[in-house]
């Protein structure tokens, strides 16, 4: 299995790890003080006889986390168009709560035990704040919901503090990743070869966390064919949240007054005014990508996960009449790139998959 955020970073991955280091004495200080916070929040705003060490019976919660540039700012909007579910902005705050508390777990654990701060005391502290979080961001609603790149991280530990939550995971071919994230410097400039290959070191991470969580409780969906296939996605998708089916879901841009909080710091803020679109399926290939047509035809060799997820060189799953990306596929013959769209050499096939992401297959 991958190393953590920080061994990724230091390889010049593509993630951005979600907090800065802490010395000991930084991570034990700020633990501590999350502790007395969460208790003195939960005391000040209970109505009833709310005692810090019990927690209170989780509201209906959904996470929602991938890789950077994958395509968790266009669920997060998707859902939160159901009737059902409020999601709100980015909390940003709760990936770095978890890494303090991994770090307790790692660095300090036996401090933590012997001075009866883990981990019972430490879990409730930091599964009330992520709560506490997803609960106040928002208007009161049936199911709650949150959305941040690269938490999955932390999907065991979310796994164990939120017995009742369900987490939806989501994978893009991790050459459209790379290039999108570094096209819209949401991370700092790097080796676009490097970035692919931390790409898959990060993905395997998540899919094991995935795959070791119970099946009723984490689902993986694929960008491309969420965007291909919007409606028979989102029914599965919705079926596996237990969430009645509502059109609305495909028809997000026509409710965005009516959404919750929506952030323009937020990189994917400003793509939520458009439909569900496949505009930028193909932007990897294009003549003026992050990676040269070298380090196209190398990228399976870079990254074996493309291969293992059925990406293959067949490019994005693509729409079978797109006279646009048949355009886009001559261009890229023309520049030497082995890249096989859908629209022209057909649906590759993928019959004995390594990487197994339960019932909902890729291709």
Known sequence: MSGSCHEIAQSSAIVRCPSTFLD????????????????????KNSKTNYVCEEAAEDPPLIFISGQQSSGTGLMRIVLDAHPWINCGAEPIYPIRILNMRKQLEMTNRD???????????????????IR???VNMVDPTRIYCQKQPLIFEYLDILAKLFPTAKFVHIVRDGRATVVSSLT????????????????????RTE?????????QRCYTIFYEKLVISPEKELRKLLAFLE???????LRHETILDKLSHLNPHEASTKQFSKPIHTASLGA??????????QQLNASTQDAPLLKELGYDLAGPVVALKSKRLKRVHQSATARGINACFVSVCGVPQNPDPQVDVGTNEFL
């Open 184 to 203: 819209r410097r949401i991370v700092r400039p790097l080796d676009p070869v490097q970035a692919l290959r931390n790409w898959d070191d990060a993905v």
């Open 207 to 215: 899919l094991h966390y995935c795959q070791n969580t119970d099946r």
């Open 111 to 129: 401090w933590g035990i012997k001075a009866n701060l883990y981990p019972v005391a430490i879990d409730r502290a930091t599964k009330a704040y």
């Open 24 to 43: 000991e004495k930084q991570t034990l200080i700020l633990l501590l003080l999350l502790v007395a916070l969460t208790c003195f929040v939960l005391l």
């Open 243 to 249: 969430v009645p089916w509502d059109p609305i879901v």
């Open 284 to 293: 990897w290939a294009y003549p003026n990508s992050t990676f040269t047509p």
């Open 132 to 134: 506490e979080l997803a």
